[in-house]
Structures are given as structure tokens and as C-alpha cells.
């Protein structure tokens, strides 16, 4: 005991005198409390439990797992791949044991679909999580709102029979979103012709340019009428002064806006310090990523991207909490690959015949949001390791896997080469992602039905196989695997299978 003590007080004496802790803070005057504590071993081992509490709180480490997993902390979704990897049905499963559920980045050009007791839901704006009774929902201060499509939303749900009256909450930061920035959306994408970019044309880029141009309006301004009308006018006449032919009947708006300002209103307030305070209270929250890193402004296929951070940096900047209040990083990933719209797919299939109609046919791959076919190729795991960099993901949601069974052999892509160098990592350079060959690993397939699986173990050894080595590339655990479309069809290996990884 006396060795490990004295072991203790070298480290807190190093810890001291490092440069990561050169304040004079009596919380980093570590050496001098073990000084004036009683010289018994008791007394200094005393003293250095209170020295490194004071630094677990400092760094936000205080109340880890034996994994390095906090006990309490915001827990994220998000999409690992393109999107449209089945985000929303993890989030239905969790949303169960969640106190909030939060949207943080995007706009209605997300689209998550949920069916349950045979009722399907299609979730655009509204965190899918509030599904469940008992959860508030929160759109953040990062996330564009087209109020029209958010109050239809909102009545959808009451339609059938959910209640939300009271667990819906939205920021009074998040900028709107107008039926001109939807116009402008469709006019520029019509403009770039076969350069497309593939938008939704939701007006989500347009909206987030008015944000950043600083011409915007933001939901809490129709707190001051006076002022949002002021804000809209400039706005609207803006749009139509920039763009030729675009016609906003300016009065028929206002008068629009008027009539529901009372509704919004009375769901709208200062979502950040609502968010930080269920922290405080110790409540459970779970953040619904929108979108995909692939599709990142900043990590992304740019400019095939949409017009946010649907990365993790868009928890802290969309919702307002500190990175040391997050716990769980959790990435979504098809057992292969999908993208709607433009852009380079380097593990891309032609799914018009082949195994690449098996994906697009039996994966149902048409878009929640749009409607269109989804593109779809191999699981790509170049493109999962570098998600998974960006992300730091603590564990995987792997769905559909159900798709591939009945291949024969199922490719893997494990490299990226490029004029015969291999590459280490996702390159900026769309000219040379669009020329990458992509090395293949070819694994044989399996033709039972996995659907009804409920543990790891009862899978074929053909698909066990399969996930092994998704982990071992990425070297990040798998989680829970989608066997089946049912809400029900999810082996969920459990946490501590996660923190054991």
C-alpha cells in the first residue's frame, strides 16, 4: 500500500509540475495539498483523491466507466456513409429510454421513416424520437426551419393519435427557411444542367447562405413583429433583386406568418439552456444526426454535399453543449453502400442489373425525402474509416444486412489505390476520388434466412464473418445488426459488449 501510495504522489507531483497544469489554481496545487495534508499514507492518499477530482471536473472525465465510457452524457446518432443508412429506426429503439430527443443540423431535406403497430411515420424536421410518450423533442439553434412543413408535421402526428402538445421545443436561434429559398433552390440546381449538384431543392442551401450572409431571420424574431417584418421585406427583396423572374407576394407572406406566429411561439424558447439544464438534472439526451458525414460541407464530396456539419462538430455548434458532455458517438452503416444525387460513389453498382439491382430491389432503395433511386455498391470501408476518424465513433449500427443474403460472394472494399500508390485516407481532390481503384477482399455469402436472428451467435458463420471483419478495418465495434425491415429485427449485441472492445 505504502509503494503504491508513494507511486500515486510521483505521478500527482509530475501531473504538477507539467506545463498542462502550470496554473496557480489552488484545484492544480496538487503537490502542495498531499504538503498540508496529515503525513500519515491515509492522509496523502487523501489528498491526491480530492487533487484528481478537482481535475476530472476540469476535463469532464468525472464519472467514467472502467471502458472510458462516462455513466451520464448526451448520446449521438449519426450517419456514417451518405445518408439514408436507417438512422431513424436506432433512434426509435432508443429514443425508449431517452428523456430528449434533439435535432441539431439540416432542415426537411432530412427524411427518416418509422412504422409502427403497422402505422408509418415520416419524419423530416421532427427528431423521430418523440414517438415515445414520455420525450421531449428539441430542434436546435444548427437546424433551418420551413414552418409550414414543420407545423404539417406536427399535425401528422396528432392525426395519429400522438400527443405532443408540450414535448415539442424549437430554437429560438434556428434560422427559417422560405417558400423563395425553396424557388432559388430548384432555379440554381435547373441553372447548373448536367453539373447538378442533386439537391432536394428544400431550400436548406439557400437558407444557410441568408445565415451566413447575416440577411437571415431566425424563428424568435416573430417575437418583435415589427422587427420580422422589417427582416423579411429586406430579405424577400433581396431575393428578388438577385434573382430574375422570381416573384414573392410579400403581403400574402406576412399575413401567413401573422396567423401562425402564436403557435410557433408558444413552442419556441432558448433550447441551450433548456438542453444544459436536463443535463444538470441528470436527464437522458439523444441527439438524431441528420444527413451524412459524406455529405459534410466541410468533410464531404464537395460540392456534392448538403449545406451543413452533419458530422459530430454539429452537436456542439447545432444544440450549444461543451465537447466533455458527450458520451456515446454512434455511427450508422448500411452492410453496403447507398447515395442519392451526384457525386463521386467509388464502390458503385449498376443497378440496373446484377447485384446491384439485388441491392436497389430487395433493399427498397428509393429515398424517404425525394422519392428517387437511391445509387447503390459495396460497403466501402476507406470511406468508413475516415467517417470514423472525423467522428470518433464509439460504436456501429450496422442495418440491412439482411439485403446481401443470398449472394453467392460478397466484396468488401479494403483500399483505395491511385496511380498504383495506395492511399490513407479520403482525397479532397474529386478528379482523383472519381479515378481511385478500389481494392476489393471477396467473402462468400450466406443463404439462410437471418430474420428472425435475435442474438450474434445465431447468425450464419458465412455473415459473422462478415462483421468480424468490418471491425477489424475500421477497428470500431459493431453494436447492434438490422436483420429485417420489422422495427423489431435488430440483434443489439449490448453495451457491454461495446465497452469491452
Not at 418583435?224 to 423572374?245: I, P, T
Not at 438524431?288 to 464537395?302: Q, S
Not at 446491384?356 to 432503395?365: D, I, S
Not at 443463404?447 to 477489424?472: A, G, S
Request: glycine share 10%; proline share 3%; charged share 25%.
Amino acid at each position: 500500500m505504502v509503494a503504491g501510495a508513494a507511486a500515486a504522489l510521483t505521478g500527482s507531483a509530475y501531473l504538477a509540475s507539467s506545463s498542462l497544469w502550470n496554473q496557480q489554481d489552488d484545484d492544480f496545487r496538487m503537490v502542495s495539498q498531499c504538503d498540508n495534508s496529515s503525513t500519515t499514507v491515509v492522509g496523502m492518499l487523501q489528498g491526491i483523491s480530492e487533487s484528481v477530482k478537482n481535475i476530472e471536473t476540469t476535463l469532464g472525465s468525472a464519472g467514467l466507466t472502467p471502458s472510458g465510457k462516462k455513466a451520464h452524457g448526451i448520446d449521438v446518432v449519426l450517419g456514417a456513409q451518405w445518408g439514408d443508412e436507417g438512422k431513424g429506426k436506432l433512434v426509435d429503439m432508443l429514443s425508449q429510454e431517452y428523456d430528449v430527443c434533439a435535432r441539431v443540423a439540416g432542415g426537411s431535406n432530412a427524411g427518416h421513416t418509422i412504422v409502427v403497430d403497422g402505422i408509418k411515420y415520416k419524419f423530416h424536421l421532427l427528431p423521430s424520437g418523440i414517438l415515445n410518450p414520455d420525450a421531449i423533442g428539441m430542434i436546435g439553434n444548427g437546424v433551418v426551419v420551413h414552418l409550414p412543413s414543420f407545423l404539417a408535421e406536427l399535425d401528422g402526428l396528432a392525426d395519429n393519435g400522438i400527443k405532443h402538445k408540450g414535448r415539442v421545443f424549437i430554437s429560438d436561434r434556428a434560422h427559417l427557411v422560405f417558400d423563395f429559398h425553396q424557388d432559388v433552390d430548384g432555379t440554381l440546381e435547373h441553372r447548373l444542367g448536367r453539373h447538378k449538384i442533386g439537391t432536394t431543392k428544400k431550400g436548406i442551401g439557400p437558407a444557410y447562405a441568408s445565415k451566413i450572409s447575416r440577411n437571415g431571420v431566425r424563428v424568435g424574431d416573430l417575437r418583435d413583429w415589427d422587427y420580422f417584418e422589417q427582416r423579411f421585406r429586406a430579405l424577400a427583396e433581396h431575393h428578388m433583386n438577385s434573382y430574375q423572374g422570381l416573384e414573392i407576394d410579400i403581403e400574402e407572406q406576412l399575413k401567413y406568418y401573422k396567423s401562425i406566429a402564436p403557435r410557433v411561439l408558444s413552442m419556441t424558447c432558448d433550447t441551450i439552456e433548456l438542453t444544459n439544464k436536463k443535463y444538470k438534472e441528470g436527464k437522458k439526451i439523444l441527439v438524431e444526426g441528420a444527413n451524412a458525414t459524406m455529405l459534410d460541407i466541410d468533410f464531404g464530396t464537395y460540392p456534392f454535399v448538403t449545406s451543413s456539419n452533419p458530422s459530430v462538430g454539429s452537436v456542439l455548434t447545432g444544440l450549444g453543449v461543451s465537447p466533455k458532455k458527450l458520451r456515446a458517438i454512434y455511427g450508422t452503416v448500411k452492410a453496403y453502400c447507398t447515395r442519392v444525387g451526384e457525386g463521386p460513389f467509388p464502390t458503385e453498382l449498376d443497378t440496373e442489373v446484377g447485384i446491384g439491382q439485388h441491392l436497389a430491389v430487395v433493399g427498397h432503395e428509393w429515398g424517404t425525402t425525394t422519392g428517387r433511386a437511391r445509387r447503390c455498391g459495396w460497403l466501402d470501408l476507406p470511406q468508413l474509416k475516415y467517417s470514423a476518424t472525423i467522428n470518433g465513433f464509439t460504436s456501429l449500427n450496422l442495418t440491412k444486412i439482411d439485403v446481401l443474403t443470398g449472394l453467392d460472394t460478397i466484396k468488401l472494399g479494403v483500399a483505395y489505390k491511385h496511380k498504383g500508390h495506395y492511399l490513407t485516407t479520403m482525397p479532397a481532390s474529386l478528379a482523383e476520388l472519381n479515378d481511385v481503384e478500389v481494392e476489393y477482399e471477396v467473402m462468400p455469402g450466406w443463404k439462410q434466412d437471418i430474420t428472425k436472428c435475435r442474438t450474434f451467435e445465431e447468425l450464419p458463420e458465412n455473415c459473422k464473418q462478415y462483421i468480424y471483419r468490418i471491425e477489424e478495418i475500421v477497428g470500431v465495434p459493431v453494436r447492434w445488426i438490422g436483420v429485417g425491415p420489422n422495427r423489431l429485427d435488430v440483434i443489439d449485441r449490448g453495451e457491454a459488449f461495446e465497452d469491452n472492445e
